[in-house]
């Protein structure tokens, strides 16, 4: 008896904790969605590579694993990792600079999501590289954390505002639910999608995601996937690629996402209706530029951009 309402307690203490933190990145739908879309674009040697380092408890599902950084970034041994969500610019700036921005609290370089995708991204090529040798990284742990960082900086808002949290101080009503922007962005928008057009169901609206790639986004798709660095080999484009995802967001976030949504307002149908279709592109986005760096990473073919 003791020990059950114990258990009860805590679990509620670990609720009001995840609830007091506010905003997980990209809530779970929306890193499911984007390693969803990816693992529709893996190539053979993607498929087998990533299987290879998924752990057990993915049961060979990439898309299940996506939204674990989120889960242990409150757990102390794990603390060094809450930076690496987001990369903020300084106040009202709608563009984003790696030397400037990428910096923990204390200042700490390259401690961003930018720089976490660059380490990760080199962790695992540096293996997929020299496959023979001994290598003393953890790369089930740089697969799941690559993953996930790919699906953040493509979330407007994780490239926002110092000021501002990204938007996690700047209060809001969303219908009638207080809450703040950078929530709207990470869960609200995805989840009254989902009751408004999918019927709850996230399989349906990532099928239609898909759908849209190829047919309505079809002929920007490759301009999405790498740099374009004029038709030259393009064997480590992660630098200039990961630099425009970013670039991206934080104009995103000044042009839509803070846009009309001074703290205290109300935001409703005509905010859903016009950011709604900016949630789309970024989860689809996001799911071939994930699909494009694994197939980069893993592919022993030599690339040419824009090929
Ligand atoms: N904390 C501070 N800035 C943030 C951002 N842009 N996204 C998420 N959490 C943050
Ligand atoms: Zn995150
Ligand atoms: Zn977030």
Redesign the pocket.
Known sequence: MKSSLLRLWFARVIVLTQLIHG?L?WGKEGHYTVCKIAESYFEEETVAAVKRLLPESAQGDLASVCSWPDEIKHHWQWRWTS?L????TPDYRCNYLYCRDCHDTHKHQDRCVTGAIFNYTMQLMSASENSRRIVHYNLTEALMFLSHYIGDVH?P??????GD????TITVRWYRRKTNL?HVWDNMIIESTLKTYYNKSLPLMIQALQANLTHGWSNDVPSWESCQLNQTACPNSTVVDVFRYASESISLACKYAYRNATPGTTLGDDYFLSRLPVVEKRLAQGGIRLAATLNRIFSSKPKLAGA
């Open positions: 905003a990145s930076p969500h987001y990369v903020d979330q808002l994780h490239v926002g505002f110092l949290e990204g938007g996690n950078h």
